[in-house]
């Protein structure tokens, strides 16, 4: 556990010391305040709007900042060679890429804990009222999704070679299952066989991120989620982790490293 | 007693990843001995097959067929590389990263109890005179700091067996001399010492053996005294007549 | 005497003031349909965003629980922000069938993971937090007629800001000049929140007249339209004592009533107190 957690801080102080971070999180202050700064109907309580925007912001935020951080990692690893010296101390594959995920996930986890706050802040001085507890779990569940994201990104990571090529994937399949993961049983049902059978196995198949997007219930006030709920939640997004993880490790345990 | 490095009939083969083509045989039945303490040079032209050799000592590589041991146990057990040292040829690290921070990842990465970290990372500094940079980024270093940091993380482990790729390479004649010395430190501290080199002076000064590698093939190993008397020439003669150039001279 | 060189700067310099010149009068001739920003960017795709923004102002009328494309059975006529402001029958159509029964294990999980029951911005000046969207559907779609009198139901009815739906309006006007459904709306903003008379029929015989003009050649004319204009008309004069004039709309109302026995009854009743002696108050 030693070795993962020396190779997850140096993720984290990476993305600490690079600017990706700063600047997105600039981009939602700045976007944010502009769009709070408009004048509607000379109404200065008007607030959901404002949630809405500024977690839209974060959701592709902490897409980006998953998917570009993790992206890059094995391949910067073997373009700057310094997967050798690294490697060459009693680091087995498992653990360096347990290292990776743990350091891109935290490195997640604390851009987002940045950003919710910012949330809370902008939701607070307007709304006037701060339900932590339910931020908390809109939080919480927005990490275990990245979590999913990270791994299968890592695993893309060691198919495609390209970092720019498997980010383009990995955002558009997060995005696409975001979008449209929740319907395709719906859209399934409207086709002829054998196509419905098979898109019925890719709605089962496919991790549904969409779960974990609970804006909706913080931007309308709604109750909390019930905490078994989260709970069986944060098993499915450990679960489809793991299976991604394994996966990567699959590919990379005996792939030569010249 | 084990030797530190046993290299019994080595073939290491690279596959093709064109359609059709053959695959390429590196290195083909090596058979190789390093006692501990030696000093012990690996030579060979460009593409002989010395950083293959390595890259399987190191695990980067898995053999072809025949087996690698460091210290009695098998390359391919990460435990193998806990009392190894690895200076690559090129400077290799996490340049957003401080000297004592990398330091301290790679003696974490060894398990060294927090309490002695920072001693170790201190020593080693003092050793390759960086402790005036430590909190510097590596980023900002020139290459001969890169190339003393990448020394210092091949020690921070105190290694009993020292694999260094051309440590030389890329240094000026003051840097070459600090490598000299630090190499006949560890020597008369009883280490291991296993480099590449193409500087056949410097090879002829340090090492105590040394193999020559040619197209995967072993050509020669055996003390450079022993080699030189053996050929009536000097280091560089005797390379040149086993790679096949001698005649050309 | 000037030099070649110099004789050509003086004419390229005078050929560029003149483009200049020609350009600038020809950007403020098109600016009032092509100033938008938003036009600029996104070009006829606006209308479609629109649409969308439109459907998310009623997505929050409803508190984020709002059927997907997928999950509407056929395509809802009208929305329920809409519907309101007609206070017609509020059917529950927000997740058509499906909310009760799930298709699968997923789909049943999922339903903890957003809004699952149906709930309207009820609290008090709760109405207000869809604005924005209803004022952005607005400048992405200027001509979009329904986005005007829907914020303005709102602003006026819901959240007591009748100056800002007047004004809305009259910016929907600008956009609109023929817009019969929203001079109605303006006149009803001036018969019922004003109570004034005078403009609001000025504003509502406006917009019968437009109504004419566009609709009652038409094979097949917007009739609810046409007896919404006229209701609110009669009322006017009704409320106003004008019941000479209030007679004459509900005869033209009744012509096209889908409840003729009613307007029927109001017609007798116009007739009854036309006929009546005044009596002045002591």
Known sequence: MNTIWALAKVVVLEMVRRKDFYVLFILTVLLTGTAGSVNLFNDRSIVRYLKEICLLLIWLSGLVIAITCTARQIPAEREQRTIFPLLAKPVTRGQFLLGKFLGCWLATGLALAVFYLFFGLISATREQHWPVLNYLQAAWLHWMMLGVVVAFTLLGSIVFAAPSSNGTICFVVSVGILLLGRHLNKVALDLAQPWQSLLYGVYFVIPHLELFDVRDLIIHNWELIRWEMVALATLYAAAYAAFFLFGAWWVFRRRPLN | MEPTVAIEDLRIEYRSRDLGEASKVAVNGLNLVVGRGEVFGFLGPNGAGKTSTMNV????????????????????????????????????????????????????????????????????????????????????????????????????????????????????????????????????????????????????????????????????????????????????????????????? | MPSLPLLLSALALAVAFAAGGRLLLWEQAHRQDKGSVLRLLLGESRRAFANHVFLKADAYFHQGFYPSVFDAPAPVSKTHLAEATEEAHHHDHSRGH????????????????????????????????????????????????????????????????????????????????????ILFELGRLYAENERDVLRARIVLELAIAKWIRQEASLPSPDHVSYRQIMGQLAALEERAGNYERALAHYTRLHRVSPNPAAVQQRIDEMRFKSAAPVVKPP
């Open chain 2, 57 to 249: 000592l190191l695990g980067f590589v898995p053999p072809s067929s025949g087996t690698a041991r460091i210290f009695g146990v098998d390359v391919r057990e990460p435990i193998a590389r806990q009392r190894i040292g690895y200076l690559p040829e090129q400077t290799y690290y996490y340049k957003f990263l401080t000297a004592e921070e990398l330091l301290r990842l790679y003696a974490g990465i060894f398990h060294i109890p927090v309490a002695e970290r920072e001693a170790r990372v201190g020593a080693v500094l003092k050793l390759v005179e960086l402790e005036h940079a430590r909190n510097r980024q590596i980023k900002t270093y020139s290459k001969g700091m890169q190339q003393r940091v990448g020394l210092a993380q091949a020690l921070i482990n105190n290694p009993d067996l020292l694999i260094l790729d051309e440590p030389t390479s890329g240094l000026d004649p003051l840097g070459r001399m600090k490598v000299r010395e630090i190499i006949q430190r560890l020597k008369n501290e009883g280490k291991t010492v296993f480099f590449s080199s193409h500087e056949l002076g410097e090879v002829e000064t340090v090492c105590d053996r040394v193999a020559i590698l040619h197209q995967g093939h072993l050509k020669a190993e055996g003390r450079v005294t022993d080699l030189v008397a053996q050929h009536a020439a000097n280091l560089e003669q005797v390379f040149l007549k086993l790679v096949g150039y001698a005649s050309q001279s």
């Open chain 3, 98 to 181: 499906a909310h009760d029964r799930h298709r699968d294990w997923l789909e049943a999980f999922g339903c903890n993971f957003q809004p699952a029951e149906h709930r309207h911005l009820e609290g008090l000046g709760q109405a207000r937090e869809i604005l924005p969207w209803l004022r952005l559907a607005a400048a992405l779609d200027p001509q979009r007629v329904d986005t005007y009198t829907v914020t303005a139901y709102w602003l006026r009815e819901q959240l007591n800001q009748v100056k800002e739906a007047e004004a809305f309006l009259r910016e929907g006007l600008r956009a609109n000049p023929d817009s019969h459904e």
